[in-house]
């Protein structure tokens, strides 16, 4: 038996509201090092991986997901998306140092990171309105 559309969006908002509080636990780390005016680049970066292991943690159970005959192409992009969210958030904390902030390297793994978050608010909302 497939999975319904009214269980599967249930899921999907299980798993996006964890993928919501990671991103804000994430972003926390380093509003913590600059409250401490403690700019501990490796320490960030270590907290951070951490986080990380959680987003590729959320990306395994978004992939994992049945996706119902009703949002065949809406669930393979939004698990596609999901991937390319994770993947910025690894390659920005991998790239992160003095050097990829002025570079502005940092800024544009930080643009398609954004576009991809408004991308799946976008799948998310148009699989609940349709």
């Given at each position: 038996m497939t999975?319904?559309?009214?269980?599967?969006?249930?899921?999907?908002?299980?798993v996006h509201e964890r993928l919501i509080i990671a991103s804000e636990e994430y972003e926390g780390i380093s509003e913590e090092f600059i409250l401490k005016q403690?700019?501990?680049i490796e320490a960030m970066k270590e907290q951070w991986l951490v986080k990380v292991e959680e987003f590729k943690q959320i990306l395994a159970d978004?992939?994992?997901?049945?996706?119902?005959n009703a949002?065949?192409?809406e669930g393979e992009e939004?698990?596609?998306?999901?991937?390319?969210?994770?993947?910025?958030?690894e390659e920005k904390t991998h790239?992160?140092?003095?050097?990829?902030?002025?570079?502005?390297?940092?800024d544009a793994i930080q643009e398609?990171?954004?576009?991809?978050?408004?991308?799946?608010?976008?799948?998310?909302q148009s699989m609940f309105d349709k």
């Open positions: 999975i319904s559309r009214k269980d599967y969006l249930q899921q999907i908002i299980k403690e700019l501990d978004m992939n994992a997901l049945e996706v119902p949002f065949a192409t939004l698990k596609i998306a999901y991937g390319r969210f994770v993947s910025c958030v790239k992160f140092s003095i050097e990829t902030m002025e570079s502005g390297e940092l398609v990171e954004v576009e991809t978050a408004e991308e799946i608010e976008d799948l998310i």
